[in-house]
């Protein structure tokens, strides 16, 4: 004898559509802890110390030019100069002959000597110089020079 099938039963191994659905597992819901934001945003004290040294180091190199440039291994005939030193120790920069500060004119420089007494005759007073170190050139010469009368 057959059997005939039962309601909701399907001998195909097919749902049935009129059966009832089981219905889903409750799904998980996973709780993780909130994540602090990564801290790539902003500058660091180390990068803002950085900048701060690079400036100042640029800022000292170009000072350090500007003087330089302006000594008097730069002295030309015609040029005027004053003394930011003593006597005893002369340390001759170049300014403009109008200046105020201006106290002695180049008459003539004499390079690759010390010998001041190529001036006699020439000007009032030898100044001898030889430069050495980082910023000098690194020669020796003798500025042959007069003192401003005011």
Same mark, same amino acid.
């Given at each position: ?92 920069? !170049? ?10 004119? !180049? ?44």
């Amino acid at each position: 004898m057959t059997q005939t099938p039962q309601y909701g039963s399907n001998p195909y191994g097919q749902p049935d559509p009129h059966a009832q659905q089981q219905p889903y597992p409750a799904q998980q819901q996973w709780s993780a802890q909130p994540t602090q934001p990564a801290r790539n945003g902003g500058i660091g004290f180390k990068k803002i110390l950085k900048g701060i040294v690079v400036v100042v180091a640029l800022i000292m190199c170009g000072v350090g030019y500007v003087a330089s440039r302006d000594d008097a291994d730069k002295a030309e005939a015609g040029d005027c100069l004053k003394n930011n030193g003593s006597m005893a120790a002369p340390d001759l920069q !170049v300014v403009k002959c109008g200046a105020a500060e201006a106290t002695y004119t !180049v008459v003539e420089v004499i390079p690759d000597t010390l010998d001041t007494a190529k001036c006699e005759g020439k000007s009032d007073i030898g100044y001898q110089e030889r430069t050495s170190g980082r910023r000098s050139s690194g020669k020796q010469f003798v500025l042959c020079i007069n003192e401003i009368k005011k």
